[in-house]
Nanobody, 119 residues
């Protein structure tokens, strides 16, 4: 199973970015999907998550600015980030709780994508 992220980059404060994460491999079912972020020397924190039925959770720091969505037909999760702030600067990782052929349900991680917001 591979999670391929895209969409990171450099943006000015107040701008927008859209992250994508596509899962591929011998996948039977994908359950929860999430986006985490991490800055140097700090733990990886949950930013947003979405269940297989579409229920979303957001960290307080991003509520009203970020939107998580998923396309089950494409095994893809998105994070639309609006009104970006310098404190949103981090490496963003996608996470998928899924079951693949011949295996139990497990968590998988993407490689991370850098988001930098300049003031």
């Amino acid at each position: 199973v591979q999670l391929l992220e895209s969409g990171g980059g450099l943006v000015q404060a107040g701008g927008s970015l859209r992250l994508s994460c596509a899962a591929s491999g011998s996948i039977i079912s994908i359950y929860d999907l999430g986006w985490y972020r991490q800055t140097p020397g700090k733990q990886r924190d949950l930013v947003a998550s979405i269940t297989s039925s579409g229920s979303a959770y957001y960290a307080d720091s991003v509520k009203g600015r970020f939107t998580i969505s998923r396309d089950n037909a494409k095994n893809t999760v998105y994070l639309q980030m609006n009104s970006l702030k310098p404190e949103d600067t981090a490496v963003y990782y996608c996470n998928a709780n899924l079951r693949r052929m011949g295996s139990d349900t497990s968590d998988y991680w993407g490689q991370g994508t850098q988001v930098t917001v300049s003031s």
